[in-house]
């Protein structure tokens, strides 16, 4: 482990920085809510990865193993938190035309679990190996509600089993509790929809649904969305763990709704120590992003545009998890620019040698005064904007050598998971790269073009270069390409 100050994390439930302390000392148990996969995900998605990431990342660097569990929820998520609206996952099959079934539905997620993995890999984001189809695991919701019914926290209506609020003193201890109207917000007044409910907070722990589902005690359907996430925490990690990560739009309803459900079929608190939350990225106009309209911007649409998707990740980074980022384009770009210039800047620092890439040769040690104050920032509750100062520093620094400042930015990587090893180096020629050949193919087209003076065409293949994480430079000698 790592000599220094303790990691301090913001936890939601006390609403204050408090010094991190697992339950178990030689393991972090740590959950984060996953996506709901019935379509692309949209950059503000990605904003909770890159932090629960970032958070992984920070635990390891401390000496910390870390289980992490993630969901991946293909049934059960409606529309409203008011229990009601249209499913999630049906909307997806409506949308590209499929027969409503549970087979079309789980290869509708399995598609769009593909499509995320690979958003991941892109962001130097670490897939949790513990990763699960919440329609695997239906028999383990079961039992949970039935343990909730017989403690008596449930009761039936015409469209559900529902959870008991009033059965829980304690009920919305996340967000301030039962009656604390400075803390009510729209979540809240939105879940009172269904006037069978006892209360207008009580939540679906089971929907009925006659058409297509899954076999229950109480008849046919579909766990709700809320105790798919306390089912799956609790069989992989306990009845209770260290933290539970997700976006602020979780506190008020669904993981509200999972301490409720979890402590009291357990019997035990608090169900997670530490709940940590993340602001959420809106667009230049200050909406909230959704996966509709203009609002629906992917990797893909970064890459299109020639942005290297690591860019992305530079970008959030030079913000606080906790501080509200909003979209921008010209903001985007900027960081593109810096982000190239710390690349250039450990290029300039020189080859490794060849014993050196391989792992047989120490190219340098890292310099435990950055190295000390790098720590210091990042276990201020992931204090990255402040982190990447240091790593600007060390490349600046004209009293360490280039060794040790490279050995000292690869030991930030770890962290800031920026790619300083396959991207900045000048031993990661895209000769290497996987797309290889189609890289070499569009030089070829582009110096063609170029001949031919069709500048516009050229324009274009350059940017198509760029998407693949690759810079196109014209010297006098020809085309020189970099990894961006």
Known sequence: MISGKKIILYNTLSRTKENFAPINKKEVRMYTCGPTVYNYAHIGNLRSYVFSDILQKTLEYSGYRVKRVMNITDIGHLSSDAD????????????????????NMRELAEFYTEKFKEDLKALNIKIPTDLYFASDYVKEDIELIQKLEKKSYTYQISDGIYFDISKMPDYGILWGGKGNKETKNESQTRIGENS?????????LWKFDKKIGFESPWGTGFPGWHIECSAMGIKFLGEQFDIHTGGIDHIPVHHTNEIAQSECATGKKPFVKYWIHHEFLDTSKGEKMAKSGENFITLRTLTEK????????????MGHYRTKLNFVWEALEGAETALKRLYNLYSELGPSSAKASAGKEDVGKVNKEYQNKFKEFIDD?????????????????????NADKKATVLDFDKVLGLGFSTQGGPASGWENDPNAEKISTLVEEREQARQNKDFQKSDELRKEINSLGYEVKDTTEGQKISKI
Do not use: C, Q
């Open 196 to 204: 069978e409910k006892r209360n207008s907070e009580d939540f679906a």
């Open 306 to 317: 020639g942005m290297h998707p690591i860019t992305y990740r530079f970008w959030l980074l």
């Open 381 to 401: 509750d992931l204090d990255t904007p402040r982190a990447l100062t240091v790593l600007w520093d060390v490349l600046k620094d004209e009293n360490i050598s």
């Open 84 to 103: 009601s609206g249209e499913d999630k996952m049906t909307k997806g099959l409506l949308r590209e035309g499929k027969t409503l079934t549970l087979k």
